[in-house]
């Protein structure tokens, strides 16, 4: 890989966590169609729950997620009611004979709630909802929040996985983003969940913050090995200032360029292969032994999952919801949220209805993410002769191809090792809603 090669490709696009993203969603999307496609799913549907807790104790500055600090419980307690309520209503319109299979709860840090609000809620969502008696319930937690009592009631509600936040150990990067958090506080946490029987343990890594060096990051993800976590994230920062105002704290002369970026990322990659940890998609890796390596490989809006739900449904303030129909979006705003949920129950404010060739573009998008290749008969026994829409954009793309990035051949069309860390390049020439000048301001730099 070449420097200029790397900057060439360095350009924004999706993480493609959904197709279409987000940033495509529209109001045409109501409560009232997110309520009929709840109604309309399979009476023995396999469902995926998504909880948003949108509260911090403060504010990361390379956050992207959607969350507010707050020093005080009232808000985080005030949120409940309208959170409580939504669930309730969803519960009451999916078909009696579904079974839970995946539950994840995010944020910010759900590891703000009190003890009895942890347990209230997990309570709330057995009452409401049929778990599959082997379903995953995974929880994010900030380790600097988290007390022996929250331990206690995340084991207690049935939390089997813990995605732990660490991003880096080095202080003049920690010091460079707000955040600060020691490996002590760290190691102290999977201490906590294990010495409770929570065995599956994911750490979350970011490359490209400020200040950050191959050196800072082969430091921290030595102390990360230490932790032997069953899973290891390893996502690029987006930083993107226009629209996310906190980010304008960070000194962007301290930011990494594409080049030193990449060769970051590859760094991590290989100090975890060598561990023996299997690479799975971009950013994911995993013990060997671990579902998430033994499974087929999916992607929500966490990123890479085992998830094969036939439905996500989404709660909270800005969660979506994805459902064989499009996408729902609740109101991101926790105010206009928590009326939505007073007046109509539910609190959608924008979406997707999937129509033309979605779905068939959707799985494309996902299988080269997963699996860096795709199959033509294997989407013509699902989405017939559209197809071959798909397979004039692969001849094309392969004509253009002067890098040897893809592989297309009669059966398909498969990313090359060379090609694998710019996948979301190569999904991206097969999203007809991509605007270039309008995305520059929404992503993160494909590498």
Not at 132 to 158: C, K, M, N, Y
Not at 204 to 226: F, H
Not at 394 to 416: C, I, K, P, Q, S
Request: with cysteine.
């Amino acid at each position: 890989m070449t420097p200029d090669l790397i900057k060439r490709y360095a350009a924004p696009v999706p993480r493609y966590t959904s197709y279409p993203t987000a940033n495509h969603f529209s109001a045409a999307v109501t409560a009232e169609d997110y309520r009929r496609w709840l109604g309309e799913l399979p009476q023995d549907a396999a469902l995926s729950l998504y909880v948003h807790i949108p509260y911090c104790r403060e504010l990361c500055w390379y956050c992207g997620c959607s969350t507010k600090a707050t020093q005080r419980y009232a808000p985080v307690g005030d949120y409940l009611a309208p959170l409580f309520a939504e669930i309730e209503a969803a519960a009451a319109l999916v078909p009696p004979g579904h079974r839970v299979t995946h539950i994840h709860w995010g944020g910010g840090s759900p590891d703000i709630l009190k003890p009895a609000d942890i347990r209230r809620l997990g309570t709330l969502m057995r009452s409401q909802f049929s778990f599959a008696p082997t379903a995953e319930f995974a929880v994010e937690i900030d380790p600097r929040l988290l007390s022996e009592e929250q331990a206690d009631a995340f084991a207690e509600i049935g939390v089997n996985r813990v995605s732990i936040g660490v991003q880096d150990f080095d202080m003049a990067v920690q010091r460079s983003i707000g955040r600060m958090q020691s490996f002590e506080t760290t190691s102290k946490a999977v201490g906590l969940f294990r010495e409770r029987g929570i065995r599956s343990i994911n750490v979350d890594l970011v490359y490209g913050l400020p200040r950050q060096t191959e050196e800072s990051a082969s430091r921290t993800l030595a102390q990360v090995l230490e932790l032997a976590p069953d899973r290891v994230a390893v996502f690029g920062y987006a930083h993107l200032p226009d629209r996310l105002k906190h980010q304008r704290l960070i000194d962007e002369s301290t930011l990494p360029g594409p080049v030193e970026r990449f060769a970051q990322a590859q760094l991590i990659a290989r100090h975890l292969t060598d561990a023996g940890y299997a690479q799975l998609g971009i950013d994911h890796f995993a013990r060997p032994s671990d579902h998430l390596a033994t499974g087929r490989l999916a992607r929500n809006f966490q990123g890479y999952t085992t998830d094969q739900a036939d439905a996500l449904l989404g709660f909270g303030a800005s969660a979506i919801s994805r459902l064989p129909h499009g996408f729902a979006q609740n109101a991101v705003a926790v105010d206009d949220y928590g009326r939505r949920v007073g007046t109509d129950g539910l609190a959608t404010a924008r979406g997707h209805a999937m129509h033309g060739d979605d779905e068939m573009r959707a799985s494309l998008i996902e299988q080269l993410m997963c699996e860096f290749s795709v199959s033509w008969p294997d989407l013509a026994r699902r989405f017939g002769a559209g197809v071959e829409q798909l397979r004039r954009e692969a001849e094309d793309l392969a004509r253009n191809d002067a890098d040897a990035f893809v592989d297309l051949h009669e059966d398909g069309l498969r990313v090359t090792e060379k090609g694998r860390p710019f996948v979301r390049m190569v999904c991206a020439r097969f999203d007809p809603y991509l605007s270039a000048e309008v995305e520059q301001r929404r992503h993160a730099l494909a590498v």
